[in-house]
């Protein structure tokens, strides 16, 4: 999988579980095929031109070797990245060489900051939304820290300086943006890209550059294939007790527009010429970017958020020192999850990096599908599941169970013991009680069930807010279950314009009936839900930010 990524940029073979080891490492811009691999292909191309002018100096008279040389470099980038799809990253990666070639070509001296303009407005001419992607921002700015650190100090310097120094510029460049667009953070990055640049952009990629020239010789290309594939082997080897370091996956909040725009300050500060004094001031200046303020959830209350995970659910409940998540939101036949997707990324940016607890109320795939990536990704405590068959290391719903943290009650309504698994009809039914208000969370059960609930359960039903029942389907939210739980909001976990036309029509009716308030995610987006000690507040992503491009 990794001699396709690097050769051909086929990524597809690289499974989850590699793309989260190359994350905590901070390698994942080895992988794809980058800027790098197409600018060791111009090198290569640059070099058999300057070999051929060596080897017949006849041709100075008819081409100028520098001018040869360029368009040689051109020539070969070109087709390296046609090999490798021509995807935007390495059209980018092939304008930006062109731009930088064009003072060769029309021998005028260009600065680089010259250069780096026109590669910039090249770029934004062939895709005008690239600065919508954290990939145009990443390889901007770390070209625009080089040519501010480099450029104009090209007195000889020691090889160590050369491989030490731009490397951990570098990780202190990108900080404020890799926070800003991942909310996450590598200690060991920097230390694993010392070795691991140098080791694929000198070891393996010349290597399957080579395979590539010489795939009609069918015996030296296999044989540099394998070389290429050993190498690769060593390099995942090393990788994995990198990962399992303390400090190989940090997890912070989003920065606000106030501690992003001081860390940027501050890194220009912290990176200044040597000249500059108090420039390790600049450090203090990224502290509210590493050392966020979390939020504070008081005692007794709690703060639920309805994820935004399309035709799924997914709700995260924190407490003062407690988080769970109910169900994982869906995931895809044809590969990937709203687990890695949405859920990980949002309990990132809210600061959540540990769960004590997560419940799957069943085993659909539209809240039981990001459930692998989750657990992979973050340390879960205990896991909780109503499912067909027993799950590796988690425990069944069971009815009766509950429990409290930081003076919130948490208790688990259905199923029952032996209870047989039904599938929506199975579903966990959690009820979340503090002291200004409670939140009812019955996943996908149907009217059978709520008409047990309401007969066997009518105490522990009345609820302040209501995630309401398989999405708004009409086989839930019965009438009488409605009338039982009293809600004031019912909220819609649903994808936009679903094929089933959740929230029905009727569900709807019944739920104005009973005079609640109605919130849809594909609507509003997440929906948080504050429930304090005298209060319920409830507000929708949308709301909170409301995007110019959106109706007011």
């Known amino acids: 999988a990794l001699v396709k990524a690097l050769a051909i940029g086929d990524t597809r073979e690289i499974d989850e579980a590699g793309w989260d080891l190359y994350r905590a490492t901070g390698t994942t811009h080895l992988i794809a095929i980058s800027g790098l691999h197409v600018g060791l292909a111009a090198a290569v191309g640059g070099g ?12 100075g008279l008819r081409w100028p070797r520098p001018q040869g040389m360029a368009l040689a470099a051109l020539a070969s980038a070109g087709v390296y990245a046609l ?25 005028r001296e260009l600065g680089w900051w010259t250069r780096y303009s026109l590669a910039l407005v090249a770029v934004l001419l062939i895709d005008p939304l690239a600065p919508l992607g954290a990939g145009f921002w990443l390889s901007f700015g770390a070209v625009a820290w080089l040519i501010l650190a480099y450029s104009g100090r090209w007195a000889p310097q020691s090889w160590w300086r050369l491989w030490l120094y731009p490397q951990l510029g570098l990780a202190v ?19 694993v890209n010392l070795l691991a640049v140098p080791y694929i952009t000198f070891g393996v990629v010349p290597l399957l550059l080579a395979a590539l020239l010489t795939w009609p010789l069918a015996p030296l290309s296999d044989a540099l294939w394998k070389a290429a594939w050993w190498l690769l082997e060593g390099f995942d080897a090393a990788l994995v007790p990198a990962a399992a370091l303390p400090g190989s996956w940090i997890t912070l909040p989003s920065p606000g527009p106030g501690a992003w725009l001081l860390a940027i300050l501050g ?26 303020a979390r939020e504070a959830i008081a005692p007794g209350a709690f703060v639920a958020t309805v994820l935004d995970v399309g035709q799924g659910q997914s709700v995260l409940v924190r407490t003062h020192r407690h988080a769970l998540l109910i169900d ?35 085993a659909d795939s539209d809240h039981h599908g990001g459930s692998a990536t989750v657990l992979r990704r973050l340390a879960v405590s205990r896991h909780t599941i109503s499912a067909p068959e027993p799950v590796p290391g988690a425990s069944a719903c069971v009815a009766g169970e509950h429990w409290e943290w930081d003076g ?10 032996f209870f047989p698994y039904l599938g929506n009809d199975s579903s966990c039914i959690v009820r979340i009680q503090a002291l200004g208000g409670s939140m009812l969370v019955p996943g996908d059960a149907g ?6 609930l309401v007969r066997e359960r009518p105490a522990d039903l009345p609820a302040h807010v209501l995630i309401a029942g398989h999405h708004g389907s009409k086989s839930s939210s019965s009438a009488a279950f409605l009338a039982a739980v009293d809600p004031a909001h019912v909220v819609y976990s649903m994808g936009y314009r679903n094929r089933f036309g959740f929230p029905r029509p009727e ?25 304090g000690e005298a209060a319920v507040e409830l507000d929708a992503a949308r709301q909170r930010r409301k995007a110019w491009w959106r109706e007011p």
């Not at 390790?280 to 200046?285: C, E, Q």
């Not at 859920?343 to 997560?358: C, E, H, K, M, Q």
């Open 48 to 59: 058999l031109a300057w070999l051929l002018w060596w080897l017949f100096p006849g041709l």
């Open 83 to 107: 090999i490798a799809g021509f995807s935007l990253p390495t059209q980018r990666t092939f304008l930006t060489i062109a731009v930088m070639l064009a003072g060769v070509l029309t021998r």
């Open 173 to 191: 460049a990108l900080l404020p943006l890799g926070i800003a667009f991942f909310q996450q953070a590598s200690l060991v990055a920097p230390p």
């Open 267 to 292: 890194t220009l500060l912290l990176l200044a010429p040597r000249g500059l004094p108090w420039r390790w001031l600049g450090a203090f200046a990224l502290l509210p970017l590493v050392l966020p």
């Open 328 to 362: 994982t939101g869906p995931g895809f036949p044809e590969g990937g999850d709203l687990g890695d997707r949405v859920i990980t990324p949002s309990l990132a940016a809210l600061g959540v990096n540990r769960l004590d607890r997560l419940i799957v109320s069943h």
């Open 408 to 417: 919130v009650r948490f208790s688990l309504l259905h199923p029952p013991e």
């Open 447 to 452: 009217e059978i069930i709520e008409e047990r």
């Open 507 to 531: 569900v709807q009716e019944r739920v104005l009936a009973v005079g609640a308030r109605q919130w849809q995610t594909a609507e509003s987006g997440a929906v948080e839900i504050r429930v």
